[in-house]
């Protein structure tokens, strides 16, 4: 049986209350409230603070106005993270301006629902009032003025600064860094990262000298052509951890592996001819997203030397098939595999998935017998996303339950299953004694009013599982 919904720990109800009783007071339009509330407030730990603003911020269905107003009466100098959710424009100017007069204290301030774009001396002038960052999100909104500000961010290790921005070359030549870690930057699939420009990869290549400790560069496509760069100046060994190329060549990848000893994760994107079969080279590699790869390479590599992979991701090939079977036998301890636009099938049914945790298959070739033998032999299981066309009937899944004890399936998804009743989710909500997430109930045979009568039981008997779609 799905297990029960088990009681909200104290502080988050307190919060809760709390964040309720706080957006009462604070809703009227002439701050009758505002003094009285700050002062109750005053006693509070900065934690206690962030958890209100936390609630409030993210409240969607909340107007702006007590939005604007919480975040006065509640951001305090020792508040330590702040995330300012959406704000309509006419509020940016005064959001700004609270945050820089009472933020001192701030370690990780994410700005995503702001655009400030168009206000660069305001982020600025932010910027530089907020001396102890270590995480600042600023998405399509960097400048020239504004990374120059951030370069004075000597604590800073995480920085998003991705999108279309207006910097050039001289704003990114301030970036010079030896905390920051982690950097978002640019745009999936594109070389230019500064405004107007087609290829900035050399200004990467540069970025990373200048950041001697960074592990990952996310968003950009061509980190490896960037490093092969970096290799005409110096052999000394970069410390990423993180790559993201496209239409990697065997020479870039020959200064990947020289100077990325350390990679533990890489994602390529339409990888050349010998790449793939050479990924061997890459000894803590654990994480593993190929597009559009070449599939006798990638067998070749899984079958021989991908022992230590714990996750693989693999994207847009229906020109051949691959054998997931490959994958059971080369990667034992697999805990997460993931296709995309694959045709995919397994031609030794007597192998076993004995780690894997998580299967997510969308928009896949795949046939019912292979779906089912996945499932009977991943003993492990806890999350499975099928997006693909099945024709289970209700009879194989009591069949699946009743040769599976799927003790650890949480969330079981299958988006098109139009033979499955509602017998199928109460046999399922019966037999697994974790499951709390079934769906895409739209895809399956069932019509509203059952999913309704079933929620309904499910409320009165206090289980805690959700039916997707919610609506």
């Not at 950097?183 to 990467?204: A, S």
Request: glycine content about 4%; aromatic content about 8%; charged content about 20%.
């Amino acid at each position: 049986m799905s297990p029960r919904n088990s009681v909200f720990q104290l502080k988050y109800i307190c919060a809760r209350f709390l964040s309720n009783l706080l957006i009462h007071l604070l809703s009227d339009d002439e701050g009758l409230n505002y003094e009285t509330t700050r002062e109750y407030l005053s006693d509070a730990t900065y934690q206690v603070l962030q958890e209100l603003l936390k609630n409030i911020l993210n409240s969607i269905n909340l107007d702006a106005a007590t939005r604007f107003s919480s975040l006065e009466i509640l951001l305090r100098k020792d508040v330590r993270k702040l995330e300012t959710g959406i704000f309509p424009h006419s509020y940016y100017e005064k959001l700004l301006h609270v945050i820089r007069l009472n933020g001192k204290g701030l370690q990780q301030l994410n700005l995503k629902g702001v655009w400030v774009r168009d206000q660069p001396e305001l982020l600025s002038e932010l910027v530089n009032a907020l001396n102890n960052l270590k995480v600042l999100v600023v998405p399509h909104m960097a400048s020239d003025t504004v990374l120059e500000c951030i370069a004075r961010c000597e604590h800073l290790n995480v920085l998003d600064i991705s999108g279309e921005a207006s910097y050039t070359a001289k704003g990114l030549s301030y970036l010079k860094n030896e905390n920051l870690q982690l950097i978002d930057i640019g745009n999936y699939g594109k070389k230019g990262v500064c405004e107007g420009n087609e290829d900035d990869t050399e200004l990467i290549s540069n970025l990373m000298c200048n950041l001697p400790n960074l592990r990952s560069i996310r968003t950009y496509s061509y980190t490896g052509l960037a490093v092969s760069l970096v290799s005409l100046q110096s052999r000394s060994h970069l410390n990423l951890t993180y790559l993201h190329d496209t239409g990697t060549t065997n020479e870039v990848f020959n200064s990947v592996i020289e100077l990325c000893p350390a990679l533990e994760s890489i994602y390529l994107n339409s990888p050349g001819h010998g790449v793939i079969s050479r990924l061997n080279c890459l000894r803590r590699l654990n994480c593993l997203k190929l597009t559009n790869p070449s599939l006798n390479e990638l067998t070749f590599y899984v079958s021989n030397f991908a022992s230590n992979l714990q996750t693989i991701k693999l994207c847009h090939n229906k020109r051949e098939v691959f054998d997931l079977s490959t994958i059971a036998l080369g990667i034992p301890r697999i805990n997460n595999i993931e296709c995309y636009q694959m045709h995919l099938s397994i031609k030794q049914p007597d192998v076993y998935f004995l780690f894997l945790n998580k299967i997510e298959l969308l928009y896949c070739d795949i046939s019912d017998d292979c779906l089912k033998l996945i499932l009977s032999n991943s003993p492990v299981l806890k999350r499975v996303i099928i997006g693909c066309v099945i024709n289970f009937k209700d009879g194989d899944v009591f069949r699946l339950c009743a040769e599976c004890d799927f003790q650890y399936l949480e969330e079981l998804w299958l988006s098109c299953a139009k033979n499955l009743t509602i017998m199928s989710v109460e046999l399922l909500v019966g037999h697994c004694p974790n499951l709390k997430s079934i769906g895409q109930m739209t895809g399956w045979d069932v019509n509203n009013e059952e999913i309704e009568v079933f929620r309904y039981v499910m409320q009165i008997s206090n289980t805690d599982l959700t039916l997707l779609p919610l609506n």
